[in-house]
C-alpha cells in the first residue's frame, strides 16, 4: 500500500510543479510521477537534512500536508535544475 501512496503523492507532486513552471504540455504522467517521486527526495536532502528547516525536516516522517508541499517544492527545484542543464524545455 505504501507504494501505491508514493506514486499517487508523486504523480501529483510532479503535475503540481509542472503546472508551476510551464512544463506541464511535454510531460506525460510517467514524467511526472518520477519527478515528484526524485524531487521529494531532493527537498528531503535539500530542506531537511542539509538547511534543518523544520516544515521539511518533518515531512519525511510520513504522508501529511506539508510531505505534499515540500515535494511540490522540491520537484520545482528539480524541474529548474533540469531546464538549466537542457534536458527540459
Known amino acids: 500500500m505504501g507504494w501505491i501512496v ?3 503523492v508523486g ?3 510532479g503535475w503540481l510543479a509542472s503546472m508551476i513552471m510551464k512544463t506541464d504540455a ?19 536532502f535539500i530542506f531537511g537534512n542539509m538547511l534543518h528547516i523544520g516544515g ?3 515531512a519525511g516522517d510520513g504522508f ?5 508541499v515540500w ?4 520537484s520545482v ?3 529548474a535544475i533540469l ?3 537542457g534536458l527540459l524545455r
Open 56 to 58: 521539511a525536516y518533518a
Open 26 to 44: 511535454q510531460q506525460g504522467a510517467f514524467l511526472n510521477i518520477i519527478i515528484g517521486i526524485v524531487g521529494s527526495i531532493v527537498a528531503q
Open 77 to 79: 527545484v528539480l524541474i
Open 11 to 13: 504523480a501529483l507532486c
Open 64 to 68: 501529511n500536508f506539508l510531505s505534499i
Open 6 to 8: 508514493t506514486i499517487l
Open 71 to 74: 515535494g511540490v517544492i522540491g
Open 83 to 85: 531546464k538549466a542543464v
